[in-house]
Nanobody, 126 residues
Framework: DVQLVESGGGLVQAGGSLRLSCAAS????????IGWFRQAPGKEREGVSC????????YYPDSVKGRFTISSDNAKNMMYLEMNSLKPEDTAVYYC???????????????????WGQGTQVTVSS
């Protein structure tokens, strides 16, 4: 069975930083496109980063570009999301995902993925 388990969420003041982790089992993170999504109450799920398996390129939407960084540790089968300069509008449940459409050259991250974590809450206070 595939399992993705996020950790690292919490409450942080605006301007602060958090690092989310996602431990994968049953699937190898370096064999697929991987990504992070978030969903705020009353809003659609939004892709905030992805890594293309084919060439290692990354994609970020303008809302997080320059502040968020996605990475992976293939030896540990982990993926990470480093979030800096956090804003109240970053408040959401964050999910890691594996096997999704990720086309950095076209600024595209798909809305669907084959595997999802259970989510971790990030709350940014003003």
């Amino acid at each position: 069975d595939v399992q993705l388990v996020e950790s690292g969420g919490g409450l942080v003041q605006a301007g602060g930083s958090l690092r989310l982790s996602c431990a994968a089992s049953g699937v190898t993170v370096d064999a697929y496109n991987i990504g992070w999504f978030r969903q705020a109450p009353g809003k659609e799920r939004e892709g905030v980063s992805c890594i293309s398996y084919s060439d290692g390129r990354t994609y970020y939407p303008d809302s997080v570009k320059g502040r968020f960084t996605i990475s992976s540790d293939n030896a540990k089968n982990m993926m990470y999301l480093e979030m800096n300069s956090l804003k109240p509008e970053d408040t959401a449940v964050y999910y890691c995902a594996v096997e999704l459409i990720c086309l950095p050259g076209l600024n595209i991250i798909g809305k669907h993925a084959d595997y999802w974590g259970q989510g971790t809450q990030v709350t940014v206070s003003s």
